[in-house]
């Protein structure tokens, strides 16, 4: 008997690598004309990784900040010292809350150790990324069960394997569901400005031989206007307690798009991306990152001298336009508080 | 007295310039790093600068293959030689109706024409360029009268000085509103893939010294939520029979918003760019152009090797979303085939 039922092949290329003393970390700024991969040896190295965007998606975030914990335990005595770990860690990308999950995790860890306390961080971000991953595994068959087939489907920036622990989030549950035949074609949104759908998205479904076809940010609504398109699939960055999404900048949109075409809208997200604390999702801080990134493109400047821009980096799609959250712990529908807590933390 | 009432300074620099024997055309494609006008002498180098991008804007492709058939006039005996000029221009763009309305408009006054055949095309190229500018000059303070003060507004792609006789149609809107105190900040959307909005719009937004700020297509969502947006104000490259609007590849997704928001969508659009012929949008051509700008930009690939992509130029918003459509003849308010008729044929 095969130990391990699951018949996805793995992942081309791991955004993570770890040695047992050093994370190396695919940059994903080079993605896909170079695979070059960045030796972090601290938490600050960690950060300054996430915080670079050479190290992207949500949970990838998380996984890696607990590496970074686990790298700074072995400087450390005990736990007193890892604050000041914790801190650089947090402050590395304030929208993804996965960061502050792991990094709260790994503390709580490293007070309840006994014994050698570098080996116990080291095991429990070991942990933590196997955990991740088969997090995805069990969001893979879910998602891809609330799938009729046959399906196009539509999906944004990237929440795949290079998003994460691996396999992906809502990526897991598009190959999982291409994999049952109920994926007919995908179409990922190029995804402005940093491109991540162009860059990564289309790369990780061209890797995995999944039909897909390119799209500017700006021609989903003609698509959904024009061809029969079965899902919008996302990932999320946080999820509010009343099931709000924060996800990239672009989200809103396309929930928008999909609820005047009648598409149901998936996101799929771990539980880790659940943000009890804040209420809604105008609690969740919009992340404004530096104009230029909008004024040019692949370091070329696309834009007047003295050009001003916005660039928020995410937005907050309320409940109302969620079809369905796509957890571990199973599917949270009808999207709101009562539902979200009873499979977040009762399960 | 002043003989020109109109209060607007005249544009920085013109898309066109008309030598008598040799039409100048601004090659956009270098905008805004540099400024360089390639030399037209025939029809059929009209037709390339309009194919290559080089020339774009409707209207201003209207005004050009006007020139285009007064230059072919002047190597032709007779209004018989100019039907082969004619069909390369109408070649030239797919989609632009105002190109065919130029077009037979120069054939019909080349039937018609007694004497220097050469002489009356070239003044009749040059009498509706002169018209096409009047109409901007109206429609900007027709336009204006629609907004409340004061107000935000979200503009697309360029409808501009730059894609029109000057001042613009959508943009001579915005820019006749900001002299009259009713506009208190532009955001133009980049509008890829060939981000007329970053480096045209923008640009003439800056040399107006209107205060602007660019963001990518898929911020409008999140800026129509979380800031006060008045109005949506866009141009058109063609407006079928029934008052469907079609226009740059993204508009439909930003009409859909719009009405999400409950904010007026407003398009500002010569009466040339209507066509009585096309019953419904669905009966408009959509021009898809070559994948490879959407796979690479400015030159520099940013999709992997071997990707596939859709490069619709244009989509089709529905007159429903439509809140009015703005002509020189007056405003078609609400939108529908016998108000639209009642404007355009019956003023």
Chains 1, 2 share one sequence.
């Not at 896909?32 to 975030?61: F, H, K, N, Q, W």
């Amino acid at each position: 008997m095969n130990p391990d039922p699951f018949p996805l092949p793995p992942d081309k290329v791991s955004p993570l690598e770890w040695t047992g003393d050093c994370l190396r970390v695919l940059d994903q700024r080079l993605l896909p004309s170079r695979i070059a991969y960045l030796d972090c040896r601290s938490a600050e190295d960690v950060a300054e990784a996430t915080r670079s965007m050479a190290l992207r998606g949500a949970p990838l975030i998380g996984v890696a900040a607990a590496f970074g914990m686990a790298l700074a335990a072995r400087r450390s005595d005990g736990p007193a010292g890892l604050s000041r770990a914790a801190e650089v860690l947090r402050r590395s990308r304030p929208t993804a809350v996965n960061l502050f999950h792991a990094v709260e995790h790994m503390l709580s860890v490293a007070h309840a150790a006994n014994g050698d306390f570098a080996d116990r961080l080291r095991r429990e971000a070991e942990a933590y990324w196997k955990r991740d991953f088969e997090a995805n595994r069990t969001m893979a068959r879910t998602g891809s069960a609330l799938l009729k087939r046959p399906c196009r489907v539509i999906t944004y920036c990237n929440a795949g394997a290079l998003a994460t622990s691996g396999l992906g989030t809502s990526l897991g549950m598009i190959r999982y569901a291409f994999h049952e035949g109920k994926i007919e074609h995908v179409y990922p949104c190029e995804t402005r400005p940093y491109l991540q759908g162009s860059r990564l998205t289309l790369w990780e479904l061209m890797q995995c031989g999944i039909p897909a076809t390119l799209i500017t940010d700006n021609m989903a609504g003609h698509l959904m206007k024009t061809r029969p398109i079965g899902a919008v699939i996302v990932g999320s960055d946080r999820i509010a307690a009343n099931g709000d999404v924060c996800n990239k900048i672009g989200t809103y949109m396309l929930a928008v798009l999909a609820r005047h075409h009648r598409i149901p809208f998936y996101v799929v997200a771990p539980t880790t991306t659940v943000d009890f604390s804040a209420r809604t999702g105008a609690a969740i801080p919009i992340e404004e990152r530096n104009p230029d990134e909008v004024l040019t493109l692949a370091g070329q400047r696309i834009a007047p001298a003295g050009a001003r821009a916005h660039h928020f980096a995410f937005d907050v799609t309320p409940r109302e336009l969620v079809t369905a959250i796509v957890t571990e712990k199973g599917v949270v529908r009808p999207v709101n508080n009562k539902k979200l807590k009873e499979v977040v933390v009762r399960r």
